[in-house]
């Protein structure tokens, strides 16, 4: 199945550190936002495959735009 | 004893008024950037509506209370849960040894939510003030946000608990956030027509602009102005731009100071001085309302009062955040 890991505040996508393929644990960081001149990390929330990247770098985003698309099986 | 678990994006210590007669010594004020909440929520426990209180910005604080409390959440709904149940806000609540609060994200509208506990944060008062000024890296707890493993001090109580738990706030003094915030306003010190022309200033009032994702607790910046605002083609002795002038102290916190062409409101723990521009400056008793402003997503409009409106808005602010206010 598959899971969305998306913005958890609004800001600029500042990189996305996982690319198509990637293998991703829970809690790992795999996007960063920049907003209120700091870097905020976007962490999984699942085991998973990264399936593809939604943003990329200076993207503007709100809360709970899509920014990787991960692949995890049906117990992630 | 609050014992962090997950400092969430940025959650910090702060009372009003802050840190108040440090101007000169190039100490800003720091405090809540929405003392309005801050002040709710410490009603409801019984504190005085300035005790300092957690600030939580964007979300995602966790921790444990390691003794019974009364606390209070106010602010924007970050779906507040304790023990993985909602609680309500504007409300006191019990708590008890063991209870974990978690917030989530923040919603649609605000920015910043607060957390208040019967007996306040027991921090060191440091110039008058339990205030972190984050910049700076003092005052509150440690000078810093707070971070997983932190374990924050609650002070002594006198009132029965009895007598606090189940307050809660009048639904017409509940403050309504919105996306497109309007700030009242009054102009100077450097305004039309020396600095800025009539046709700038009518637009500084008339306009809506978005918030900067670059916005903090030090300033909030919005979008640029035109060339046009200026009513001089450079800043004389002050600078090659119309937006110097020779420095001089800024009248934080609410003034908005002109940075090139970028219109930057200063607010907590902004400069206390610079060489630019300051046309306007935002009323003591919407401060609360810059301080629900989300980054990058929300836009300021301006509107004109006049200083007795603004003595008067105050005044009634200083109602509000009184014991009147409880239902």
């Known amino acids: ?76 | 004893m609050l014992k962090v678990i997950n400092g969430g994006i940025e959650t910090l210590v702060e009372d009003w008024p802050g840190r108040l007669g440090y101007l000169s010594k190039g100490m800003s004020a720091s405090g809540a950037m929405d003392n309005v909440s801050l002040g709710l929520a410490n009603i409801l426990v019984g504190n005085k509506p300035g005790e300092a209180g957690i600030e939580i910005t964007g979300g995602f604080f966790e921790a444990e209370f390691t003794e019974d409390h009364v606390i209070a959440v106010s602010g924007t709904d970050m779906q507040p849960k304790l023990n993985d149940i909602s609680i309500p806000l504007f409300e006191s609540i019990q708590v008890n040894s063991g209870d974990k609060i978690q917030f989530s994200h923040i919603g649609k509208v605000g920015f910043r939510s607060y957390l208040a506990v019967a007996g306040g944060i027991d921090v060191p008062v440091y110039l008058g003030s339990k205030s972190t000024c984050v910049f700076g890296s003092y005052g509150g707890f440690e000078g810093r946000v707070l971070k997983a493993g932190d374990e924050v001090k609650i002070g002594e109580f006198s009132v029965d608990s009895d007598k606090v738990v189940g307050n809660k706030i009048k639904p017409d003094v509940v403050p309504e956030y919105q996306n497109e915030i309007v700030l009242r306003a009054m102009p100077g010190p450097n305004t039309s027509p020396d600095y800025v022309t009539e046709e700038g200033m009518e637009l500084l009032f008339s306009r809506t602009s978005k918030i900067q994702h670059t916005s903090n607790r030090s300033a909030y910046r919005m979008e640029e102005l035109p060339d046009s605002f200026y009513a001089r083609s450079d800043g004389g002795v002050g600078g090659s731009h119309p937006s110097n002038i020779v420095d001089h102290a800024y009248a934080i916190r609410g003034t908005l100071n002109i940075c090139g062409n970028t219109p930057i409101l200063l607010i907590a723990d902004g400069p206390t001085l610079g060489g630019y521009i300051c046309p306007i400056h935002v009323i003591n008793a919407d401060l609360w309302k810059v301080g629900q402003g989300a980054p990058g997503r929300d836009y300021f409009k301006f509107e004109l009062v006049t200083q007795e409106e603004a003595v008067s808005a105050r005044h009634t602010q200083n109602d509000i955040l009184s014991d009147r206010s409880l239902l």
């Open chain 1, 1 to 76: 199945m598959e899971k969305i890991v998306t913005a958890i505040m609004p800001g600029l996508c500042a990189r996305v550190v996982v690319s198509e393929g990637d293998k991703v644990a829970k809690g790992q960081e795999v996007a960063v936002i920049n907003c209120m001149k700091t870097e905020i990390s976007v962490n999984s929330e699942y085991d998973g495959i990264v399936k593809s990247v939604v943003s990329k770098e200076w993207d503007e985003l709100q809360v709970g735009d899509p920014m990787v698309l991960l692949t995890v099986d049906n117990n992630g």
